[in-house]
């Protein structure tokens, strides 16, 4: 939780954009993104995925 005197500090101003600053956050988010490279059978037994 924040305090309420650090959320009335902070203002409004125009949404900023940079290449950078989305490159950084795919380079972040492309793990996650990625498919797993095993995965499980219906017989519970892993398997490596084609």
Known sequence: MTDVSVCLAMSLGRPQLSVAALSQLRAVLRPALAPP???????????EIQ
């Open 37 to 47: 490279l095993f995965g499980r059978s219906l017989d519970g037994e892993r398997k």
